[in-house]
Structures are given as C-alpha cells and as structure tokens.
C-alpha cells in the first residue's frame, strides 16, 4: 500500500452525495422554528449617513427585530486588518463607520419570521445620507487627494510595493531593442455557483454554532469573535459542503451577520435560529473581485536574444476597503518579470483605494495581471528579434541558483525550462507553429477564417510565509487497525483536498483509504489548520497528517488503544522584504507552467474560437493524478473566461453587469475540443512526497498564450482584456500595432 497509494487517482471522497444530490449546502439547512436574515444594502457608493429609521420596518407584520450600527458590539472586521464596518450608520463607536464606501456596504440587518417579510420590511427603512463624490478610478498621477475614501488614513494609497535591482537605465542604453506598451487586466467575479449562504443558532452550551460554507474556519471564528466581543471559544463555525470559491469566499460574508443576529436575539430572550440565502445579485455586490490593474512595460533585450533590462509601472483598484490588497500587490510585484532571469529591474507598484467593489483574493492572487503584461513583452521582443518565442524564452529561464527578482535564488525544484520544451514539443507533436499566418486583403467565403498559435510561460509561488498547519490523527482497534481518523481544518471547495489527506494518512500508516475518515472544516474538532488559498493545502496539510500519522503509528506499535497523534507543520524559512530594494526570500516554494494556444479567428465578425489549449504543469509529484488535471483544466476554463468573455462593468460607483445574463463566463461550448494536461514532476526537496502546490499555477500564462494566437491570427496585438468580439473587429478594421519599438543599430 506505502508505495502505490501516492500518485493513484482513488475517487473523490464526496463523490457519490455530490453525484446523487445527497450533499448537503449551507442553503439545505433547516431548522425548526427559524428566521430569516435579509441584508440592506447601501443606497449609494459613497455617502455619509446620517439616520436609519427603522421604526415603520420594525412594525411590519413578519418583522421580530432590525439590527443598525449601533447594535453592534465591536463595528469592524477585515481579513487583514479591521478597516471595513460590519454596519454603516451613526452610532458606533468605530471611526468612520457612518460612511459608506461602496454599494456593497451593509447598512442594516432585517430578522423576519420568511423571506418575504424582510423584503418587504426593507422598502420602510429610511435612510437619510449625503452624497459625495464618487472616485472609480485607482490612478491618482496629478490628480486631487479630497475628497478622500478613507480620510482617517491621511491618504488614499491603500499598498506600495517597489524592486530596486541592478541599473536599468545603463541597461537599456545597450538594449539592442526594446518593447515599451501599457497593458489593463479588469476586476473578474468568482462566479461559484453557490452563492453565500448560512444558518445559526445557540446551542445548550451558549455557543453560537454558524454553519456555512468559506475558505478558513478559524478566520471566519476569529473575525466574528471580535465583531461580537466574545472568546473565541464561544464560536464555532462548521463547513458544510462548498460550492466553489476561488478566492470569493475567503473574506467575511455573512458570518457575521448570522452570529450577530443570534446573539441580539439571545439578549432579547428570543433563542431561535436565524438562516440567509443571498441571491446572485447580492452575491456580485458582496464579495470581493479579482484586482483590475492597469501596467506600464518597458523591457529590453540584446540581439542575442538575452533580456537585459525591465521597468514595470503597476496601478491596481484596491476597491473600498483593504482586503487582500497588501498581499496580492505584493505578489504582483514579485512576479513582475516572470520566470526569467533579468539583472536589471525596476517595479513600482501601488493600489489605491476606490468606491468600487473591494479587491481581494481570486485564484491567481495577483500573478494573473503581471503575467499578463510580462508575457505580452516577452511575445513581443521575440517577434521583434525574429525568434521563435518557445526558443527565446529559453534563453531567458531561471536556474538554480541564479538571483530572483528579489536578489536571491529561487526555492529549489526549478522546473520552467521543463514545462517550456514538453509544452512546445507538444505544440510541435500537433504540427503547430508559432509564424504569423494571417490572411491579407480580401477574404473569400472559404477565407474568412484564420488561425494562429500562441505560447506563454509563468511561475507563482505557494502558501502564505511563514506559515504552519495543525492535523490529528487517531488509529482505532485492539489487536488490528480497524479506522484511523484524521482530523482537520481544511475547506474543501471542490479541490479534493480531503482525499488527498487520505492518501497521506494511508501511505504513512500502510492501510487502504476506505479506513480512513475524515473530520474537518469545523472549529469545534479541530485547531487552525490555516486557510484553503495560496494552493497550500496539499503540502501544508501534506506534511501536517503525514507528521501526526507518524506520531500515531508509533503510539500504536507501543500498544496504546486509541493511538493518538497530533502535529503542527512549520514553513520552511522566509525572510521579509527590504522596503527599498525588494531584497529578500520571500517564498518556499514556486510551480511553474508553460501553455499553448490555438485559435480561430472569423476575420469578418471578430468572433474567435479557442480549438486547442495545451498546458505543461509543474506539480512536483501529482499525488492524485486525475484530480491534479481536474484543477488544470477548470484553472484553465476559468482563465479562457478572464480573457475572452468576463467584463465586470463598474462605472461611477455603480455594478452594471448584476448577473450571469450580463456577466458571460464560460459554458460548455467555449471549452476547446483539445485541452491536453501535461504532467511535469521537477520534485521540491521540502514539499510532502516532492508535491509543489498547482492549483493557481495554469492560471497566468493561458490569457497571454490567448493573446499571442489571436496575434498570429490576425496580425494585432490586444492589450486589454477580455477580447470580446466587437473590441476584436474594431482593432482588427484598425489594425493596431504594439504601443513603441526601440531599435538600436
């Protein structure tokens, strides 16, 4: 069993409820004698309120209580820090709290007897507020502070980040050519299927018990827990079955909101769970969106084909409210140049904050947006050298040993070089090419059409430095091994990671995964296990069961009945960034990837079909094989939406695209008849059994490899991102070039 459970694809561990219906979402959960929570919305995206009278709602026949800032014991939360107000409206005690920052902005909490009497109650609210101005635009070059979002920080620059490496300005003096062009990647929804959704009640121990579906328990426990003012231990949060997040559901939706009602109710000796659905409009407001980024490129290179030289200018829109802003810049920033091996470079980074929805955590984490621009470039001087881009990136990768954006050498396990060939050799396998085929002049019936392959690459690093990870495992029998449980905090969101955590505990204790069961994803069984984000499950989670299985296995051979182990995983050693320079080993651990695509291009409509994506992934060891390509290609799919199809309109302040009729994601017809997953095992010496963390790894090279084939196409180049059709005929009529090309000699 040791040697052939890791690597084997055994079936997912939900399976068959998922199959049958049989799961159970936050949204199934019912309890007898319940209420309904309906949230109120801001009424405007930037606002100073003034009252909230609640007395007619509170009236209204359904109606048991209203709940307004005032009411609430600790009026903040954050993921990072406590800058959002969990109520908008006078009367707390938090600084600024009676503005409202953007329309997702909670304003009040209706607790009805059903669903219809809390909407109805919400027309009888009145909300007395003062508009002001509105800023969605996160550039502030030569423009006016005031009025400002958030006046009590003295500015509106929510994160900067910077890398200070060689001298680029004497580099690109001996540029033999060089690439200077703006790129813009938009806000993208996490369109999970399952919107946020929960149900809460006290039990016999006064504990307020929320059952819900998120990212990390014990963040959501300890969120609430200070919004509420209570000891953690006076929390407990429960996952139920997840309906995918991506990122979405990695800060507080309506966990707060439930605990709170619970606990007011209590107060007022009313002991009654308290269960919310939102609907999808609610859903688009309320959560956070990927970062929109605007970036200004300047690369250059010798005729030899090495790049010499790279200066990166990147604005992001942080959105209303912090987030996740300060790590995703951060990781923007780091991944600037790629995988590549650059002496001179020169980022600037910042975000500020906007009345737009906040940014936050999405699959990707910020790599998606400067792979983006860096990829473009690298495309670009290829072209402009005449080189075949798979080659000229080769001439370019990292190795081990050689210094990072960040002056030191990149975690061990440097596998770009591989993805790069399989990928190509791939390419090459399908009689693909990467030359411009574009049809000239007029196009015949049979013409229409033209096709074009095009190739990126791209790095992101995994987990969250430093970080660390709690598991337990207990082996349960007298003289055999009947079960073992392992318990643990992990979100599964669809990933597997509880199978994989199978896979861990049977290959240490040597019995097969149908013995094993798994209790995780609640606070009252299990110590902080850490987020489900940052592709970090498999090797923290890995190497937290394997430790704690260790542990029990040797308890059992010493005849202890249960044997019982528990563990805690430490990060291997991070070092924190120079402010000024970038300097510093930031991550433990980078996967790579190198894709391919091929599309078809209606050179009189605009409209682009996407006939091949071919991916080479770096996984380090795919510990289950056929989940490993599960999360390739729904990574994938998810990415030919960012590129093609998903436009998030936001304008002054207000969400135009509310829904799945206006904000278009992928449906079965725009997966291309090929997408080849390709499976590349370059071992991390620290990972759990050499696994890498993969599941954002495809994400950033497939827009960009988009990009290149449609280029190949039809002779353009798309800055900008999606490609929808009438952006894709209009450049197409207008024939635009890249942005400026510097050629010395």
């Given at each position: 069993?040791?040697?052939?459970?890791?690597?084997?694809?055994?079936?997912?561990?939900?399976?068959?409820?998922?199959?049958?219906?049989?799961?159970?979402?936050?949204?199934?959960?019912?309890?007898?004698?319940?209420?309904?929570?309906?949230?109120?919305?801001?009424?405007?995206?930037?606002?100073?309120?003034?009252?909230?009278?609640?007395?007619?709602?509170?009236?209204?026949?359904?109606?048991?209580?209203?709940?307004?800032?005032?009411?609430?014991?600790?009026?903040?939360?954050?993921?990072?820090?406590?800058?959002?107000?969990?109520?908008?409206?006078?009367?707390?005690?938090?600084?600024?709290?009676?503005?409202?920052?953007?329309?997702?902005?909670?304003?009040?909490?209706?607790?009805?007897?059903?669903?219809?009497?809390?909407?109805?109650?919400?027309?009888?609210?009145?909300?007395?507020?003062?508009?002001?101005?509105?800023?969605?635009?996160?550039?502030?070059?030569?423009?006016?502070?005031?009025?400002?979002?958030?006046?009590?920080?003295?500015?509106?620059?929510?994160?900067?980040?910077?890398?200070?490496?060689?001298?680029?300005?004497?580099?690109?003096?001996?540029?033999?050519?060089?690439?200077?062009?703006?790129?813009?990647?938009?806000?993208?929804?996490?369109?999970?299927?399952?919107?946020?959704?929960?149900?809460?009640?006290?039990?016999?121990?006064?504990?307020?018990?929320?059952?819900?579906?998120?990212?990390?328990?014990?963040?959501?426990?300890?969120?609430?827990?200070?919004?509420?003012?209570?000891?953690?231990?006076?929390?407990?949060?429960?996952?139920?079955?997840?309906?995918?997040?991506?990122?979405?559901?990695?800060?507080?939706?309506?966990?707060?909101?439930?605990?709170?009602?619970?606990?007011?109710?209590?107060?007022?000796?009313?002991?009654?769970?308290?269960?919310?659905?939102?609907?999808?409009?609610?859903?688009?407001?309320?959560?956070?969106?990927?970062?929109?980024f605007q970036i200004q490129a300047k690369w250059g290179a010798l005729r030899s084909g090495k790049i010499i030289a790279a200066q990166i200018k990147m604005?992001?829109?942080?959105?209303?409210?912090?987030?996740?802003?300060?790590?995703?810049?951060?990781?923007?920033?780091?991944?600037?140049?790629?995988?590549?091996?650059?002496?001179?470079?020169?980022?600037?980074?910042?975000?500020?904050?906007?009345?737009?929805?906040?940014?936050?955590?999405?699959?990707?984490?910020?790599?998606?947006?400067?792979?983006?621009?860096?990829?473009?470039?690298?495309?670009?001087?290829?072209?402009?050298?005449?080189?075949?881009?798979?080659?000229?990136?080769?001439?370019?990768?990292?190795?081990?040993?050689?210094?990072?954006?960040?002056?030191?050498?990149?975690?061990?396990?440097?596998?770009?070089?591989?993805?790069?060939?399989?990928?190509?050799?791939?390419?090459?396998?399908?009689?693909?090419?990467?030359?411009?085929?574009?049809?000239?002049?007029?196009?015949?019936?049979?013409?229409?059409?033209?096709?074009?392959?095009?190739?990126?690459?791209?790095?992101?690093?995994?987990?969250?430095?430093?970080?660390?990870?709690?598991?337990?495992?207990?082996?349960?029998?007298?003289?055999?091994?009947?079960?073992?449980?392992?318990?643990?905090?992990?979100?599964?969101?669809?990933?597997?990671?509880?199978?994989?955590?199978?896979?861990?505990?049977?290959?240490?204790?040597?019995?097969?995964?149908?013995?094993?069961?798994?209790?995780?994803?609640?606070?009252?069984?299990?110590?902080?296990?850490?987020?489900?984000?940052?592709?970090?499950?498999?090797?923290?989670?890995?190497?937290?069961?394997?430790?704690?299985?260790?542990?029990?296995?040797?308890?059992?051979?010493?005849?202890?009945?249960?044997?019982?182990?528990?563990?805690?995983?430490?990060?291997?050693?991070?070092?924190?960034?120079?402010?000024?320079?970038?300097?510093?080993?930031?991550?433990?651990?980078?996967?790579?990837?190198?894709?391919?695509?091929?599309?078809?291009?209606?050179?009189?409509?605009?409209?682009?079909?996407?006939?091949?994506?071919?991916?080479?992934?770096?996984?380090?060891?795919?510990?289950?094989?056929?989940?490993?390509?599960?999360?390739?290609?729904?990574?994938?799919?998810?990415?030919?939406?960012?590129?093609?199809?998903?436009?998030?309109?936001?304008?002054?302040?207000?969400?135009?695209?509310?829904?799945?009729?206006?904000?278009?994601?992928?449906?079965?017809?725009d997966i291309p008849v090929v997408m080849e997953s390709i499976l590349v095992e370059v071992p991390d010496p620290n990972g759990p059994m050499g696994a890498k963390g993969m599941?954002?790894?495809?994400?950033?090279?497939?827009?960009?490899?988009?990009?290149?084939?449609?280029?190949?196409?039809?002779?353009?180049?798309?800055?900008?991102?999606?490609?929808?059709?009438?952006?894709?005929?209009?450049?197409?009529?207008?024939?635009?070039?890249?942005?400026?090309?510097?050629?010395?000699?």
């Amino acid at each position: 069993m040791a040697q052939t459970i890791i690597g084997r694809s055994i079936p997912r561990f939900d399976v068959y409820e998922k199959v049958t219906g049989a799961a159970r979402y936050p949204s199934d959960f019912n309890f007898p004698d319940q209420l309904y929570l309906k949230t109120v919305f801001s009424p405007s995206p930037h606002a100073v309120i003034h009252s909230v009278d609640v007395s007619q709602a509170e009236a209204h026949a359904g109606v048991v209580k209203i709940l307004v800032a005032k009411d609430v014991p600790c009026n903040e939360y954050g993921l990072l820090i406590n800058d959002q107000p969990v109520l908008c409206g006078p009367g707390s005690a938090k600084e600024g709290s009676d503005h409202v920052r953007f329309l997702g902005d909670r304003v009040a909490f209706i607790i009805a007897a059903d669903a219809r009497s809390a909407q109805q109650a919400e027309s009888l609210i009145k909300i007395n507020y003062e508009e002001l101005p509105v800023i969605d635009d996160p550039d502030r070059s030569g423009k006016s502070q005031s009025p400002m979002i958030h006046p009590e920080l003295g500015s509106d620059l929510c994160s900067h980040h910077q890398i200070r490496k060689g001298d680029v300005t004497a580099a690109f003096s001996r540029a033999d050519v060089i690439i200077e062009d703006s790129y813009f990647t938009p806000a993208q929804e996490h369109a999970f299927l399952q919107p946020e959704a929960g149900i809460a009640f006290l039990d016999d121990n006064d504990v307020i018990h929320v059952i819900t579906a998120g990212q990390w328990v014990h963040g959501d426990q300890r969120q609430i827990a200070h919004a509420l003012a209570l000891p953690e231990e006076k929390i407990r949060i429960e996952y139920t079955a997840i309906g995918g997040a991506f990122g979405g559901k990695e800060d507080i939706s309506i966990q707060i909101a439930l605990a709170l009602a619970v606990y007011k109710l209590a107060q007022a000796g009313i002991r009654r769970p308290v269960k919310t659905v939102w609907s999808r409009e609610e859903s688009f407001l309320g959560h956070p969106k990927r970062h929109a980024f605007q970036i200004q490129a300047k690369w250059g290179a010798l005729r030899s084909g090495k790049i010499i030289a790279a200066q990166i200018k990147m604005i992001a829109d942080a959105g209303a409210y912090a987030s996740s802003t300060e790590v995703v810049l951060n990781a923007a920033t780091i991944a600037a140049i790629g995988p590549y091996q650059i002496s001179n470079v020169h980022v600037d980074a910042d975000a500020f904050y906007t009345n737009n929805i906040p940014s936050g955590a999405f699959r990707g984490f910020g790599v998606p947006q400067a792979c983006f621009a860096a990829e473009m470039q690298v495309n670009k001087l290829a072209e402009a050298l005449k080189m075949d881009p798979a080659e000229f990136r080769l001439k370019n990768v990292m190795h081990e040993g050689d210094l990072s954006i960040n002056q030191t050498p990149l975690p061990p396990g440097i596998g770009i070089q591989e993805v790069v060939e399989k990928c190509n050799h791939a390419v090459h396998e399908k009689g693909g090419s990467f030359s411009q085929n574009y049809q000239k002049g007029y196009l015949t019936e049979e013409e229409r059409y033209s096709y074009g392959w095009g190739f990126a690459a791209g790095m992101k690093s995994f987990g969250i430095a430093p970080d660390e990870c709690w598991a337990k495992v207990e082996i349960i029998g007298n003289q055999n091994i009947e079960r073992v449980k392992v318990f643990h905090a992990a979100a599964d969101m669809g990933q597997g990671v509880h199978s994989i955590l199978k896979q861990f505990a049977a290959h240490e204790i040597s019995i097969p995964t149908d013995q094993i069961e798994i209790i995780a994803s609640d606070s009252a069984t299990s110590s902080n296990s850490g987020s489900s984000s940052a592709s970090r499950m498999t090797y923290m989670a890995g190497h937290a069961v394997q430790a704690a299985a260790r542990m029990a296995l040797q308890e059992w051979n010493k005849e202890e009945r249960p044997a019982v182990g528990e563990a805690v995983y430490h990060s291997p050693v991070t070092t924190e960034l120079d402010e000024q320079s970038g300097k510093g080993y930031p991550n433990f651990g980078v996967g790579y990837a190198a894709e391919a695509v091929q599309v078809r291009v209606n050179m009189e409509t605009g409209v682009i079909d996407i006939l091949a994506v071919i991916c080479a992934d770096d996984v380090g060891k795919a510990i289950n094989p056929q989940q490993v390509r599960g999360q390739m290609e729904g990574c994938l799919t998810q990415a030919l939406g960012y590129a093609q199809t998903e436009e998030l309109i936001q304008r002054n302040g207000r969400l135009l695209t509310r829904n799945f009729s206006t904000y278009l994601i992928p449906t079965i017809k725009d997966i291309p008849v090929v997408m080849e997953s390709i499976l590349v095992e370059v071992p991390d010496p620290n990972g759990p059994m050499g696994a890498k963390g993969m599941g954002e790894i495809p994400y950033g090279p497939l827009a960009p490899a988009f990009c290149a084939a449609v280029h190949a196409a039809t002779g353009v180049w798309f800055n900008s991102l999606p490609l929808k059709q009438e952006k894709v005929i209009f450049n197409i009529l207008n024939k635009k070039k890249v942005g400026t090309i510097k050629l010395n000699g």
